[in-house]
Each structure stands twice: as structure tokens, then as C-alpha cells.
């Protein structure tokens, strides 16, 4: 059983940065993360393996954003910089099941708004 809860979300102008932080429970061997904006698909942003090499990112999202796992401190990770509108979204956290969209395990979703 995996647990997840994210923080870290807040309302931030465009080109600023933030810190997403997903703290877990258990042993995934695979973690994500994900965004939703409103009347969107779910789309995943970043996903990381237990071996911190196999990180991949999304097209829109490469360059800008960086996603770590500590795995001392139970805690994932997305820095995220030169933030743009079309971020604004809830984001998720998510571990196993392949970290696609039907990942095993949700965290709650943290809000993050970006203004032009």
C-alpha cells in the first residue's frame, strides 16, 4: 500500500518557479507526476524510476521542469521554472501501476495558477 499527499501549489506569475513536494509511504517503484486542467485530460508531466537516471518529461514541460526523488525523506519532488499560464492546473502525485494515467496509487492533487 502506497500513500501519497502532495503540497506545495500556490498562484505564481508567469516566468516564476515553484516546488511541488509529494511525500509517500511504502516502497513505489515508480512515481509521477501529473496535471489536469479544467475541461482537459489528465496528461503526465514527469515520472521517475527508484534508479534516479530513468527520468522522463512531457514535450511541453522539458527544459523547465526537473522531478527527484528522496528517497531518505519519503519525499518526490517537481521544480518547476519559467512557469507559464497554460501550467495552471491541479497536479497529482502518482506511483506505480506502469505511472501512466491508471497508476495504482493518487494523491490528493495540489493547485497551481499561473498569471500572466
Known amino acids: 500500500q502506497v500513500q501519497l499527499v502532495e503540497s506545495g501549489g500556490g498562484s505564481v506569475q508567469a516566468g516564476g518557479s515553484l516546488r511541488l513536494s509529494c511525500v509517500f509511504s511504502?516502497?513505489?517503484?515508480?512515481m509521477a507526476w501529473f496535471r489536469q486542467a479544467p475541461e482537459k485530460e489528465r496528461e503526465r508531466v514527469a515520472y521517475i524510476l527508484t534508479s534516479q537516471s530513468s527520468a522522463r518529461y512531457g514535450d511541453s514541460v522539458k527544459g523547465r521542469f526537473t522531478i527527484s526523488r528522496d528517497n531518505a525523506k519519503n519525499t518526490l519532488y517537481l521544480q518547476m521554472n519559467s512557469l507559464k499560464p497554460e501550467d495552471t492546473a491541479m497536479y497529482y502525485c502518482a506511483a506505480n501501476g506502469g505511472c501512466g494515467v491508471n497508476a495504482a496509487y493518487w494523491g490528493q492533487g495540489t493547485q497551481v495558477t499561473v498569471s500572466s
Open positions: 511504502g516502497f513505489p517503484y515508480c
